[in-house]
């Protein structure tokens, strides 16, 4: 049998699928020691009553974003791209992911669930993410 282990954990919510009024999916962030906003992975399609929770709290990215530019892939191998909806990186919630992490920190399995919002935590409380690998993370 395979066991594969699973956590809590809490990330920022960087963007979203979707519309701002009922998010699809959700596309999460930590900082790393530099300071920069990096993705780590995104949620499995949201429960209606997981959208309207966490949708209020969301707001468009106005200006600048550190994701500005990015595309996302709509699955691993695909070259498809995700219809993105960049957000202020202001909004922290809990989520359900297995442990395994690739090289740069991320979550290796694309089965993230987002379990609720954390009004209570702000991004500075999130840990940081912690490159396995010499040369950072770019």
Known sequence: MK??????????????????????????????????????????????AASSTIAPLLTAASGE????????????????????????PDVVGEVGVDVARDSADRWRHPVVRCHRPRPDLSPADIPRITPRWRGGLR
């Open 3 to 48: 066991y594969k282990p699973r956590e809590t954990t809490e990330a920022i919510v960087g963007g979203m699928t979707g519309t701002l009024a009922a998010s699809r999916t959700l596309l999460l962030a930590r900082y790393d020691a530099g300071g920069d906003l990096q993705y780590v992975g995104r949620t499995t399609t949201l429960p209606a």
């Open 65 to 88: 974003h550190p994701w500005t530019g990015w595309t996302f892939s709509a699955g691993w191998g695909s070259r498809e791209t995700l219809d993105v909806t960049l957000v202020q």
